[in-house]
């Protein structure tokens, strides 16, 4: 008999940038906040069987730094909100085949996470030594499901 294993996993999507512009009080860029839907899924193994809980994180959408809101609250921002799309993202994550270690045991932090503003043209560098992993996880908090790598 397979075990059976229970438990919970998130599930994030990127609904898009609302409000007003803000300057972020990290990173001081000024954009309309990206709102990310958050899902908790409980599972048993591995396959989701209902959801447990639903939020939305309003978060800059250059440095993700932001606040979480409860589903009723993030909807009712996202209608009040006129999305007139003067706000758009190109994401891609760099990896540095240079700074690439030797070693086969040691770890591959030479990746960076970019953003281009395509309305201004401006690049930017979010973060970068970053693993496989960090940037995995970077794109899972901006709910983003594509997010092109370039070896240069
Ligand atoms: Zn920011």
Same mark, same amino acid.
């Given at each position: &008999?397979? &075990?059976?294993? *229970?438990?919970?996993?998130?599930?994030?999507? +990127?609904?898009? *940038?609302?409000?007003?512009?803000?300057?972020?009080?990290? /990173?001081? #860029?000024? *954009?309309?906040?990206?709102?990310?839907?958050?899902?908790?899924?409980? =599972? +048993?193994?591995? +396959?989701?069987?209902?959801?447990?809980?639903?939020?939305?994180?309003? &978060? /800059?959408?250059?440095?993700?730094?932001?606040?979480? +809101?409860?589903?009723?609250?993030?909807?009712?921002?996202?209608?009040?909100?006129?999305?007139?799309?003067?706000? #758009?993202?190109?994401?891609?994550?760099? =990896?540095?085949?240079?700074?690439?270690?030797?070693?086969?045991?040691?770890?591959?932090?030479?990746?960076?996470?970019?953003?281009?503003?395509?309305?201004?043209?401006?690049?930017?560098?979010?973060?970068?030594?970053?693993?496989?992993?960090?940037?995995?996880?970077?794109?899972?908090?901006?709910?983003?499901?594509?997010?092109?790598?370039?070896?240069?």
């Amino acid at each position: &008999m397979g &075990m059976i294993v *229970y438990g919970t996993r998130f599930f994030t999507k +990127l609904e898009g *940038y609302y409000g007003a512009k803000e300057e972020c009080q990290y /990173c001081h #860029k000024v *954009y309309k906040k990206a709102y990310v839907k958050c899902t908790e899924w409980a =599972h +048993l193994s591995y +396959l989701p069987i209902f959801p447990i809980k639903r939020t939305y994180l309003k &978060m /800059c959408p250059i440095c993700a730094y932001g606040v979480e +809101l409860k589903n009723k609250e993030g909807k009712a921002e996202i209608e009040d909100s006129n999305d007139t799309n003067d706000q #758009k993202f190109e994401t891609y994550v760099k =990896h540095i085949l240079i700074k690439k270690p030797k070693g086969i045991m040691a770890t591959d932090r030479s990746y960076e996470f970019w953003i281009k503003d395509l309305i201004t043209g401006e690049e930017i560098c979010v973060a970068s030594d970053l693993s496989k992993d960090d940037v995995k996880n970077m794109k899972k908090d901006r709910g983003l499901k594509n997010v092109q790598i370039i070896d240069v």
